[in-house]
């Protein structure tokens, strides 16, 4: 009994945190006001005024968990939508994913070697590209640290969905489906989520490159970190 009030506890308030946080965006927009950011900063922040345990708030954060696979599923109802489009830039859209992909896993390497880290951290940033099931499987098949990858897969998901409107408009890049690409390839489900709510175009081809950019990802990072 007391295990159900403390999930309902918690699964009210992170649904509250979200609501509020949304209204906030939608009144203010502004990258540093983005719900999926915003409220996440106020849910850990509180959890940690109150002394909450990560395990204690997953005892009803665990069933906000179980939805995560059906809605990356539901994201194929735009990428249908959208299929006539997408097969006419198709050829675009896949040398896109290879670079992006390439792109992600180097600059993590890279940026692990310019600041002099330990190597170790090599095989766990590699694949903080892709969505966390996918990352997590690759890193501990690489020998990295899962938990660490976690962070580093949120981090990339959710900087991508604060600042990738803002370089991609920067670089003037203005194409639907240029847009959805870059943010899917670099920030996986989190990006997506933000690619939906600029266009249907943007959402559908971010769709496909999270997917696509796992299944890569998922075959060159094993090759890159032999050949380093």
């Known amino acids: 009994m007391i295990k159900l ?3 309902v506890a918690a699964v ?9 946080t949304k209204l906030i965006y939608m009144k203010k927009p502004n990258p540093f ?11 850990v922040l509180l959890l940690v005024i109150t002394d909450t345990s990560y395990q204690t708030y997953m005892i009803g954060g665990q069933w906000i ?19 006539s489009l997408i097969k006419k830039y198709l050829w675009p859209i896949g040398a896109g994913i290879f670079a992006g992909s390439i792109t ?4 993590g390497i890279l940026g692990v070697k310019l600041f002099h880290f330990e190597d170790w951290l090599i095989q766990t940033v590699a694949a903080k590209s892709v969505t966390a099931p996918i ?23 959710i900087s991508g969905a ?31 989520a933000k690619a939906l709510e600029i266009g249907e175009l943007e959402g559908a081809v971010s769709a496909l490159s999270m997917t696509i950019t796992a299944i890569v990802v998922s075959f060159l990072v094993p090759l890159v970190l032999l050949w380093i």
């Open 135 to 157: 990352a997590i499987s690759i890193t501990e098949t690489a020998g990295g640290n899962i938990s660490l990858v976690a962070v580093f897969v949120m981090t990339a998901g």
């Open 162 to 192: 604060m600042f990738g409107p803002l370089v991609l408009k920067a670089c003037r890049i203005r194409h639907p489906a240029a847009k959805g690409l870059g943010i899917g390839t670099a920030s996986h489900a989190i990006g997506t």
């Open 104 to 107: 992600g896993i180097l600059s």
């Open 5 to 7: 009030a403390i999930g």
């Open 33 to 43: 006001l983005l719900p999926i950011f915003l409220s996440t900063a106020c849910l």
């Open 65 to 83: 968990d179980f939805f995560l696979g059906p809605i990356v599923v539901s994201l194929a109802i735009p990428l249908y939508r959208q299929l």
């Open 12 to 20: 009210t308030i992170t649904i509250l945190l979200y609501v509020i």
